[in-house]
């Protein structure tokens, strides 16, 4: 599986951005997916997680309420809507697939990644 995400940007705290993480190949659907991200310094932290079929989701407590994870496996992609962004949010986000349970989900279990995309909040 190959993955592309896009979608990422400059904006104000307060706002609004939507990710999305493109998938090549035939075996998306039979992979759970998730959104991690990376701020300079910092270790990559899970953000969010969904199930193959979009039955069930997971969250990161710093984004619960503010994010929300869905997939489109017809068009075999993966996204994140990222509402009342802050500061805190900056930094590059990865998509990554994945086979473990997702509250397994770490950077250790992840079977394949994307490149990342870049947000900026601004204050």
């Known amino acids: 599986v190959q993955l592309q995400a896009s979608g990422g940007g400059l904006v104000q705290a307060g706002g609004s951005l939507r990710l999305s993480c493109a998938a090549s190949?035939?075996?998306?659907?039979?992979?759970?997916m998730a959104w991690f991200r990376q701020a300079p310094g910092k270790e990559r932290e899970f953000v969010a997680a969904i199930t193959r079929i979009g039955t069930s989701t997971y969250y990161a407590d710093s984004v619960k309420g503010r994010f929300t994870i869905s997939r489109d496996n017809a068009k075999n992609t993966v996204y994140l809507q990222m509402n009342s962004l802050r500061p805190e949010d900056t930094a590059v986000y990865y998509c990554a697939a994945f086979k473990v349970s997702l509250r397994g989900a770490t950077p250790d279990t992840m079977d394949y990644w994307g490149k990342g995309t870049q947000v900026t909040v601004s204050s």
């Open positions: 190949g035939p075996t998306f659907s039979s992979y759970n």
